[in-house]
């Protein structure tokens, strides 16, 4: 991995969000609006990007693009700049050799609805003709591939809140299949909608903690009460090893194992055993190889639902405890929830929270896990709480879990460069 | 309602700057909107969208077709309001 970007709910860029996170921020805030009062939301809070995307992309490009794509743009653009591979498009990377994947949990939704207003409130007449190429869920992918020249392949993984971890999964697996030397690969997520808001509230999976927002994502907490919605977007580089080492490029990490697997159990919530989650996890150490036996940190996917959190921590540590050849050993690896902080960007959480397990191996320190006023006897882990946490010297890899709706789980090894 | 034809120039071009990102007096009357202005059909297709909302008239498809310039465009939009 030799390039990262994101924007996010705590910094419009890779260095502040991760600043923010270390300093515990949390960034969510009640919304300014009156939708809770008009439509009668139970949730009137979120976290909304710090740096709005029109504050970085030129006019022509915030009308051409929805949201979510507007926000891949900014991420892929500052991972691609970090990597150093030269002037947009192409750079120094033969075309044909790079490829993109950008995933999407729900895809052009603010688009969509603004045109059904339009169609419904003032005739077909009134669409603007790139309504479809921008509702699309493949919008971020293309404007990517676009922006940076892609020619092996624009790719949009979908699969809810693990489209972000999918999009490293299936770039790995471009790289590692022969099909692409570079791959920039991400999710973006621009979906705070009074139509998201109370959908996920019907499904009792938003925290309605309306009196103390800031608060309210509360990962492995006994008071946790479902997940704070998010958006932004976040981008990796990955490159071949023959790629980055020819070019002298600076390495962040090593995408070392990447895991996949899918419950076949229910649309909405996961399979209670965890057993499609540990899959994914095993799969993705015994990929990694000798890198499993040093696993030194997680960023769980840990969204603060008072059923999830528990199954994860519990397949955590049946990972790990093969992994790393004991119970005991699992039960020391320091998790890290940032959701706590970012809230949940759904499409785009697997890729930003697969930077920060990328940062933590850089800086040897895990990000906390804050808002937990009292943790959750029931999880077993080595929870991260309050303040970040000095990782040892030396070789080292994190895992990093995403999961979604629909029951897929992807699960990322990260070695340490 | 009657629009003065420089009023319409002037809102006219700003939808076309607004769309493309040309500097404002790369916008003048004798340009060709696909040779000059380099203005693609989907593109052109949002301006018109634009156009006839601010200056609430139609403009059939149709008639697109034969909006060679920016000054055939904005006498089109003079003739539909008078």
Redesign the interface.
């Known amino acids: 991995m030799t390039g990262l970007g994101a924007t996010t709910p705590l910094g419009g860029d890779v260095p502040s969000t991760w600043a923010a996170l270390l300093a515990g921020v949390s960034s969510v805030h009640t919304l300014d609006n009156t939708w809770a009062e008009d439509y009668g939301l139970t949730c009137d809070f979120a976290a909304t990007l710090k740096t709005a995307a029109a504050a970085v992309l ?3 490009e915030v ?1 051409r693009a929805d949201p979510s794509a507007q926000y891949a743009l900014v991420a892929a653009r500052e991972a691609w700049a970090d990597a150093g591979l030269g002037p947009r498009p192409g750079g120094v990377v033969d075309p044909e050799r790079l490829a993109v994947v950008m995933g999407s949990g729900i895809g052009g939704i603010q688009t969509m609805l603004d045109a059904w207003d339009t169609v419904r409130e003032r005739g077909a ?6 309504t479809v190429p921008m509702l699309m869920p493949n919008s971020a992918s293309a404007q990517v591939g676009i922006d940076l020249g892609a020619r092996a392949g624009a790719h949009a993984t979908v699969s809810a809140c693990a489209s972000g971890a999918e999009a490293l999964v299936l770039g790995a697996r471009l790289i590692r299949a022969g099909f692409a030397d570079v791959v920039v690969a991400g999710g973006a997520e621009a979906a705070i909608h009074p139509l998201t808001l109370g959908s996920f509230g019907k499904m009792q999976a938003l925290s309605t903690r309306r009196e103390a927002p800031e608060t309210a994502s509360r990962p492995y907490c006994v008071t946790r009460d479902g997940f704070v919605m998010g958006e932004g977007a976040g981008a990796l580089v990955l490159e071949s090893a023959e790629h980055a080492q020819a070019r002298g490029a600076r390495i962040w990490a090593w995408l070392v194992g990447a895991g996949s697997a899918s419950d076949a159990y229910d649309v909405a919530p996961p399979d209670p055993s965890g057993q499609g989650q540990l899959r994914a996890m095993r799969q993705a150490l015994a990929e990694a190889g000798p890198a499993a036996a040093r696993v030194a940190h997680v960023n769980a996917h840990a969204t603060a639902t008072p059923a999830g959190d528990g199954i994860e921590a519990r397949a955590i540590v049946d990972a790990l405890a093969e992994a790393l050849g004991s119970r005991e050993a699992a039960l020391q690896v320091p998790v890290s929830a940032t959701k706590s902080m970012t809230g949940h960007l759904l499409g785009a959480a697997g890729a930003v929270e697969s930077i920060f397990a990328v940062l933590a191996l850089r800086d040897r320190l895990a990000p906390p896990t804050t808002n937990i006023v009292e943790l959750d006897p029931a999880i077993e882990c080595s929870v991260v709480r309050d303040s970040p946490r000095p990782l040892p010297a030396g070789p080292i890899a994190a895992l990093n879990n995403a999961f979604g709706f629909g029951g897929h789980n992807m699960a990322l090894v990260f070695d340490s460069a | 309602m009657a629009h003065e034809a420089n009023d319409v120039f002037d809102g006219l071009k700003e939808i076309i700057v607004d769309e493309t990102g040309l500097a404002d007096d790369a916008v003048t009357g004798e340009k060709s909107f696909s040779d000059d202005l380099l203005i693609d059909s989907l593109s052109m297709m949002t301006i018109v969208t634009l156009a006839e909302d601010k200056f609430g008239v139609e403009i059939p498809d149709d008639a697109v077709k034969d909006l060679a310039t920016v000054q055939d465009a904005v006498d089109f939009i003079v003739g539909a309001s008078a």
Request: without cysteine.
């Open positions: 030129t006019r022509q009308r007449r009134r669409l603007m003709p790139l």
